[in-house]
C-alpha cells in the first residue's frame, strides 16, 4: 500500500472511534478507497511539524482550521475518500505538542486547500465532521 495510506491507516487504528474505523480504515485496508495526507506548507520547512502555522482554534463545540496546504500526498487519486491534516492546536505548549491531526472527508465543500475550513477535532483522537463546508461551522 502507497503512501500516504499507510500511515493514514496507523493513524486510524490507533486513535479512530470505532465508527471511523468502520467508515474510513476498513475500505482503506479493503482497497476501496484511499487518501491524502495534508502536512506541507507553502512558506515554511513543514517537514518539520513543529514549523507548521495552520491553525486549529476551537469555536464553541466545533473547531476551524486556517492555512494553506500544497502537496497534499494522495489528493488527486480520484478515490480519494478523506484527508488527514496536521494544524497547531497549542502555539504556547512545548514545541512538539502544538500539533493535532484532523480528519476531513474529501466533499467539494471540504477542501484542505480552501484559506478557512471549518471542522471539528480534538487533540486525543481524530473526529470526523457530520458536515462540512467551507463558509459553515460543521454540524
Known sequence: MPGPDTGNMELLHL???????QEWLEPLLAGKI??????????????????????IDRD??????????????GAMDPRCA????????????????Q???VLIPATPRAS?????????????????PRSCSATSACR
Open 15 to 21: 486513535l479512530g472511534s470505532e465508527q471511523q474505523r
Open 112 to 128: 484542505p486547500w480552501s484559506a478557512t475550513t471549518p471542522c471539528s477535532a480534538t487533540t486525543t483522537s481524530m473526529v470526523t
Open 99 to 101: 500539533q493535532t491531526m
Open 60 to 73: 464553541g463545540d466545533d473547531y476551524v482550521i486556517n492555512g494553506r496546504k500544497w502537496w497534499t500526498s
Open 34 to 55: 484511499r487518501s491524502g495526507f495534508a502536512m506541507t506548507e507553502p512558506d515554511v520547512a513543514s517537514s518539520d511539524a513543529t514549523n507548521i502555522a495552520t491553525q
Open 82 to 97: 478523506f484527508f488527514i491534516l496536521m494544524g497547531k492546536t497549542g502555539p504556547a505548549a512545548p514545541a512538539h505538542r
